[in-house]
């Protein structure tokens, strides 16, 4: 599977950002696609995740009420409107695929995206 991040970018504390993950290759409708962000000098943290088959949808705790996932399968898409940002939302976020034991940690998926970098001003 091949993926790709984007829609990073500069916005002020409040404000709302959607990212979007597009998948190629085999049968990205099957996997569990997960968001992960990594800030300066941390390691990389569970931020959503669905299944999407069921499309059921998990989120950490720091973005309960404020993000949201969402799968378009048509076009092998998914993605993470981001509202209400904060300054600690600033980091790099990634989106990876795979069938995880555990979906919260990054170890069990098995693709990865390049990184999109979002940045959250006072």
């Known amino acids: 599977v091949q993926l790709q991040a984007s829609g990073g970018g500069l916005v002020q504390a409040g404000g709302s950002l959607r990212l979007a993950c597009a998948g190629s290759g085999r049968a990205f409708s099957r996997d569990v696609i997960g968001w992960f962000r990594q800030g300066p000098g941390k390691e990389r943290l569970f931020v959503s995740a669905?299944?999407?088959?069921?499309?059921?949808?998990y989120y950490a705790d720091s973005v309960k009420g404020r993000f949201t996932i969402s799968g378009d399968n048509d076009e092998d898409t998914v993605y993470l409107q981001m509202n209400s940002l904060k300054l600690e939302d600033m980091a790099i976020y990634y989106c990876?695929?795979?069938?995880?034991?555990?979906?919260?940690?990054?170890?069990?998926?098995?693709?990865w995206g390049r990184g999109t970098l979002v940045t959250v001003s006072s």
């Open positions: 990876a695929a795979g069938r995880p034991y555990n979906l919260y940690s990054p170890r069990g998926y098995n693709d």
């Open positions: 669905i299944t999407r088959s069921s499309g059921t949808t």
